[in-house]
């Protein structure tokens, strides 16, 4: 894990760590970094903070949409649970050890809901009745910025 920031500063480049281990690093960084190409594969460096966008965006989500008391332990392995479930053969395939950015709004939609079933589960939700669908339902309270035209 290169973290530091800017790309400059980063204690290796993607290509620098698949070539030194032939292929098999598990790369993320801090920052943005081209795909690789290496020995006919193409790999797509990871960038952590954007994991950490999904996960506190889900987390929170989960929170309010279940409208829980407490946060328990639980409730952050059920948000990691999450996160994992939504990476696919796909993306480890091309090195990533995360899903992509592009599909932030249904990671943090997944999250949410374990999140929020966590809460329930352990008795810890007041905003009853629960949803049917729980990830439905968080997709709903996502703000989407919709902007209005003016002429």
């Known amino acids: ?34 795909p690789v190409e290496y020995n006919g594969k193409l790999y797509l460096p990871g960038q952590v903070l954007l994991l950490y ?7 929170g989500l989960g929170l309010v949409i279940s409208s829980a008391i407490r946060v328990y332990d639980e409730m952050l392995l059920a948000a990691s649970k999450a996160l994992a479930e939504q990476v696919t ?28 079933a966590k809460a329930y589960e352990l008795g810890l939700a007041t905003r009853l009745p629960r949803p049917d669908i729980l990830v439905k339902y968080a997709e709903s309270c996502m703000y989407t910025p919709n902007y209005r035209s003016f002429r």
Do not use: R
């Open 89 to 116: 053969k796909e993306n480890l395939d091309k090195g990533l050890i995360y899903p992509p950015f592009s599909n932030i709004i249904k990671i943090s939609g997944h999250i949410a809901a374990n999140v929020a």
């Open 53 to 59: 966008t999904s996960m506190i965006n889900g987390f």
């Open 1 to 34: 894990m290169a973290l530091s920031n800017p790309t400059s500063q980063s204690e290796c480049t993607a290509e620098e760590a698949y070539t030194w281990s032939q292929g098999h690093a598990i790369f993320a960084s801090g920052s943005p970094f081209d």
